[in-house]
C-alpha cells in the first residue's frame, strides 16, 4: 500500500523559512518522479514542485521564483522542500503527491498524502 | 502561467448526466494527452479519476468519462449520483515541463 506522510508544517513569519519533509512506502520511490502540490484554505489546488526519479531534474511552478527548492533523498524514501522567504499568500495546506509515471515528471498524479499545513503570518 | 479554465459550478440530478470542461492552450491540453481529472470531496484528499484524457484508473466507476477537442478537455459523468457531489479539478501537463490545475468545479446533486 502507497503511503505518503508529510511533516514540517507549522507557523512562521513573513520572511521566515520552513523545510518540508515526505516519507514515503509501499513502492519502489526511487522510479517515480514526485510533487508537491498546495492548497490554501478554501482555494483550489495548485502544483508547486517536481522532482525527477533520480533527482537530477527538478521543475518549478513559474509563480515561485527561485524561493522554493525541492530535493529527494532515494537512500531514505524521503522528499523534501525548502521553502524561503515566506509570504502570506504561501499559506496552504501542502500535499507530497506521487506522480503517475516512471519516466517523465508532472503528468499526472496517482497518490496524494494527507498535506502538512503551512501558515505564514506575524 | 495562468490555470486552466473551469467553470465554477454545475449541478444536476439523481441519474442525469453532466459534463464539465476545461479550457487550456496549445501549451497544455491542446499540445498533449496528459489531460487528468481530479476528485475532492471536502477535507478529503484528491482522487485520481481520469487520466492521460481518458483512462480510467483501477476502481473508478465507469459512468466517468473524459475526452479532449483541440484545446478543451471534458470530463462527463453519467448516471449522478448524491456521492459525487465534489469539487473537480482538470490538470494538463505543459510546455514548460509543469503541471498546471484547473482552478475547479463545484458539482452539486439536486
Known amino acids: 500500500e502507497v503511503q505518503l506522510v508529510e511533516s514540517g508544517g507549522g507557523l512562521v513569519q513573513p520572511g521566515g523559512s520552513l523545510r518540508l519533509s515526505c516519507a514515503a512506502s509501499?513502492?519502489?520511490?526511487?522510479?517515480?518522479?514526485m510533487s508537491w502540490v498546495r492548497q490554501a484554505p478554501g482555494k483550489g489546488l495548485e502544483w508547486v514542485s517536481a522532482?525527477?526519479?533520480?533527482?537530477?531534474?527538478?521543475y518549478y511552478a513559474d509563480s515561485l521564483k527561485g524561493r522554493f527548492t525541492i530535493s529527494r533523498d532515494n537512500s531514505k524514501n524521503t522528499l523534501y522542500l525548502q521553502m524561503n522567504s515566506l509570504r502570506a499568500e504561501d499559506t496552504a495546506l501542502y500535499y507530497c503527491?506521487?506522480?503517475?509515471?516512471?519516466?517523465?515528471?508532472?503528468?499526472?498524479?496517482?497518490?496524494w498524502g494527507q498535506g502538512t499545513l503551512v501558515t505564514v503570518s506575524s | 502561467q495562468s490555470a486552466l479554465t473551469q467553470p465554477a459550478s454545475v449541478s444536476g440530478s439523481p441519474g442525469q448526466s453532466i459534463t464539465i470542461s476545461c479550457t487550456g492552450t496549445?501549451?497544455?491540453?491542446?499540445?498533449?494527452?496528459?489531460v487528468s481529472w481530479y476528485q475532492q470531496h471536502p477535507g478529503k484528499v484528491p482522487k485520481l479519476m481520469i487520466y492521460?484524457?481518458?483512462n480510467r484508473p483501477s476502481g473508478v466507476s465507469n459512468r466517468f468519462s473524459g475526452s479532449k477537442f483541440g484545446n478543451a478537455a471534458s470530463l462527463t459523468i453519467a448516471g449522478l449520483q448524491a456521492e459525487d457531489e465534489a469539487d473537480y479539478y482538470c490538470?494538463?501537463?505543459?510546455?514548460?515541463?509543469?503541471?498546471?490545475f484547473g482552478g475547479g468545479t463545484k458539482l452539486t446533486v439536486l
Open positions: 503527491a506521487k506522480d503517475l509515471y516512471r519516466g517523465i515528471a508532472a503528468t499526472a498524479i496517482d497518490y
Open positions: 509501499g513502492f519502489t520511490f526511487s522510479s517515480y518522479a
Open positions: 522532482i525527477s526519479g533520480s533527482g537530477g531534474n527538478t
Open positions: 496549445s501549451s497544455d491540453v491542446g499540445g498533449y494527452n496528459y
Open positions: 492521460d484524457v481518458n
Open positions: 490538470s494538463s501537463y505543459t510546455s514548460s515541463s509543469t503541471l498546471l
